[in-house]
Each structure stands twice: as structure tokens, then as C-alpha cells.
């Protein structure tokens, strides 16, 4: 069975300053999701499917769906801050501006999604080995197994130098995902140390930790889980106007609840992203490098 991408573009840029997804970053106006789809498509991904925004759906189709859905099946579905509240959930959430965050996204895909998935960030460059890992592993499951995998990254290789990053620090043993706690808010310190401030806390780290960078693959039945984890959030949060349900989180639920295991694969890959604006020239040049050094074709997609 093939498996399908699942990638989360429904995100407000705030830090950008706009819509980061479909930023043109390659010389013929691709955009940084093309370069991590047409990867996934070469790895054998049967599927793309993209969670955006309603209000981007036209400049989405110009600048990047109408290209990618000519080259491989593709599909989109919505996010909105009322998708899958009850009229009860929506009055009370009446004051909530910002996005209910990543698993809400992606349990806004599960009618469309019957096969083992991958999850990605839309402003993410993960490298060619990550989407060729997991999706080997993903191609050897049923919908039903429950023993899901992630690409963990070295944190060092995925910070910016141009303000903080949200990095789901690991616990890893023996190949196995143990516990997850997403970081919000890690940064470089003045003198070059790295540190999280983490619960009102300053918490000092190596740099050699595995974090996620939300590269999971789970099977469908982990939608059941993440709609319990869901479902509990939004009872608990639903007068909130900041807090997310985040997918580090109920990963890490699945886990240490006993529902199923995260394989763990390790990438030395370096990141790269779309965080800040000043991250921009930086990706160009990455992508620059890897056109001219034959890594990616001149021009990716046929039509």
C-alpha cells in the first residue's frame, strides 16, 4: 500500500509576516512544499494531501496545487476555527483568533486519509532520506497497526539564527519513542548556548538532543487516538484563546498511554525553514546549491 502525504498548510505565518507556503524560494517559482512533495513522490507516496486555510485556496491553487496535482493525485481539505466544534463549542470560542494547532489540522483530514500517512510541516525542508525512510516503513503497514515511526533530527541541526523555534524534545530508548514535550520557545543565548523556556523555567541544552520536527507516519487508527486526545483539549481549552492541541503532544500520548508505539529513524540532515522573513535568503541559497549541484532537476514537474 502506498502511502500518502499529509502535509499541514493552514498555518497564520505571524512570525513571516505572510503566506510562507507558497512563497516562491526556486529559480521557476517553486515554492519550498514542492521540493518536500516532489521528494515524497520519487519515495513512492502514492497521494499528497494539504490542509490550508479557505481564505489562501486561490493563490494556493496558482502558486502550487494546480502544478503538483498534475504530476500526482492530490487534494486539499479546510481548516477553520469552527471545524469540528460542536454550535456549543463555537459560542463558547467566540473570542479564539488563532488556529487550534496541529492535530485539529489534521483531524480535519480524516475522511480523505484511509492509508499510512506522513505529516509535514509546510515550511519545513526535511531532506530526501527522511520521506525515503519512512515511507519504506509506512508501504509495510495495515490501516489498523498501531506501531506508528517519526524522523527525529538532531536539534543543533535545526535551529535558526534569527529568533526561537517549537521542537518537541524526545526521549528515546531503544529505538522507540519513550516521551515527547514540545518546546514553544527555544533559542540561542547571547554567548551561543541553546535554551528552552519552558514552563516559566529556563532550561539549558546540548544541542545533540532528537527532537521532532513533525515528521511522523501513523497509520489511520491513529486518528481514532488524536480525536480522544482532541476531544479532551478542546473540553478543558475551549475559552482559550492561545492554547494549541499540538501533535508532539498527542504523539507522545499515543505512546505512553499504551495505544502504540514510534519507531524512531534519526536524520543527520541539516534543516532549513520558513520561521522568520530573514529566513528567506537562506533557503534561496540552499535551493540554489542543490539545483546546481544536480541534487534537484533544473525544473521538477513535467507540466
Same mark, same amino acid.
Given at each position: 500500500?502506498k502511502p500518502?502525504?499529509?502535509?499541514?498548510?493552514?498555518?497564520?505565518?505571524?512570525?513571516?509576516?505572510?503566506v510562507?507556503?507558497?512563497?516562491?524560494?526556486?529559480?521557476?517559482?517553486?515554492?519550498l512544499?514542492?521540493?518536500?512533495?516532489?521528494?515524497a513522490?520519487?519515495?513512492g507516496?502514492?497521494?499528497?494531501?494539504?490542509?490550508?486555510?479557505?481564505?489562501?485556496?486561490?493563490?494556493?491553487?496558482?502558486?502550487?496545487f494546480?502544478?503538483i496535482?498534475?504530476?500526482?493525485?492530490?487534494e486539499?481539505?479546510?481548516?477553520?476555527l469552527d471545524s469540528?466544534?460542536t454550535?456549543?463549542?463555537?459560542?463558547?470560542?467566540?473570542?479564539?483568533?488563532?488556529?487550534?494547532g496541529? &492535530?485539529?489540522a489534521? $483531524?480535519c483530514? +480524516? !475522511?480523505?486519509?484511509?492509508?499510512?500517512?506522513t505529516? %509535514?510541516?509546510?515550511d519545513?525542508y526535511?531532506?530526501?532520506s527522511a520521506y525515503q525512510?519512512l515511507?519504506k516503513?509506512?508501504?509495510t503497514?495495515?490501516?489498523?497497526?498501531?506501531?506508528?515511526?517519526?524522523?527525529?533530527?538532531?536539534?543543533?541541526?535545526t535551529?535558526?539564527?534569527?529568533?526561537s523555534?517549537?521542537?518537541?524534545?524526545c526521549?528515546?530508548?531503544?529505538?522507540?519513542l519513550?516521551?515527547?514535550v514540545?518546546?514553544?520557545?527555544?533559542?540561542?543565548?547571547?554567548d551561543?548556548? &541553546?535554551v528552552?523556556? $519552558?514552563d516559566? +523555567? !529556563?532550561v539549558?541544552l546540548?544541542?545533540?538532543?532528537? %527532537?521532532s520536527m513533525n515528521?511522523f507516519?501513523?497509520?489511520?487508527?491513529?486518528?481514532?487516538?488524536?480525536?480522544?486526545?482532541w476531544?479532551d483539549?478542546?473540553?478543558?481549552?475551549?475559552?482559550e484563546?492561545?492554547?494549541?492541541?499540538l501533535?508532539p503532544?498527542?504523539?507522545?500520548?499515543?505512546?505512553?498511554s499504551?495505544?502504540?508505539?514510534?519507531?524512531?529513524?534519526?536524520?543527520?540532515?541539516?534543516?532549513?525553514?520558513?520561521t522568520?522573513p530573514?529566513?528567506k535568503p537562506?533557503?534561496?541559497?540552499?535551493i540554489k546549491a542543490?539545483l546546481e549541484?544536480?541534487?534537484?532537476p533544473?525544473?521538477l514537474?513535467?507540466k
Open positions: 500500500m500518502t502525504l499529509l502535509v499541514l498548510a493552514a498555518g497564520m505565518g505571524s512570525r513571516y509576516g505572510g510562507k507556503q507558497i512563497d516562491a524560494v526556486g529559480v521557476h517559482g517553486e515554492t512544499l514542492d521540493f518536500g512533495v516532489y521528494d513522490h520519487n519515495a507516496y502514492g497521494k499528497v494531501v494539504f490542509i490550508i486555510r479557505k481564505d489562501i485556496e486561490k493563490d494556493f491553487r496558482e502558486r502550487l494546480d502544478r496535482a498534475r504530476n500526482m493525485d492530490a486539499y481539505v479546510f481548516q477553520s469540528l466544534l454550535p456549543e463549542q463555537i459560542k463558547a470560542s467566540a473570542n479564539r483568533k488563532k488556529p487550534w496541529t &492535530i485539529h489534521l $483531524l483530514a +480524516k !475522511d480523505v486519509v484511509k492509508e499510512p500517512f505529516v %509535514v510541516n509546510a519545513d526535511y531532506g530526501r525512510t515511507g516503513y509506512l508501504s503497514l495495515s490501516p489498523s497497526d498501531t506501531t506508528h515511526a517519526m524522523v527525529g533530527f538532531i536539534l543543533e541541526n535551529m535558526s539564527k534569527n529568533g523555534v517549537s521542537r518537541g524534545v526521549e528515546v530508548k531503544d529505538g522507540n519513550v516521551s515527547m514540545e518546546n514553544t520557545k527555544i533559542e540561542y543565548t547571547s551561543g548556548k &541553546i528552552s523556556h $519552558l516559566g +523555567k !529556563d539549558y546540548t544541542g545533540k538532543e532528537p %527532537v515528521f507516519g501513523f497509520t489511520p487508527k491513529a486518528f481514532d487516538d488524536f480525536q480522544e486526545y476531544d483539549f478542546i473540553k478543558a481549552n475551549v475559552t484563546e492561545k492554547k494549541e492541541c501533535l503532544n498527542g504523539a507522545s500520548e499515543i505512546v505512553t499504551g495505544k502504540g508505539s514510534i519507531k524512531v529513524f534519526t536524520s543527520e540532515d541539516r534543516w532549513f525553514g520558513m522568520y530573514e529566513d537562506l533557503v534561496m541559497a540552499e542543490k549541484s544536480g541534487y534537484y533544473d525544473k514537474w513535467e
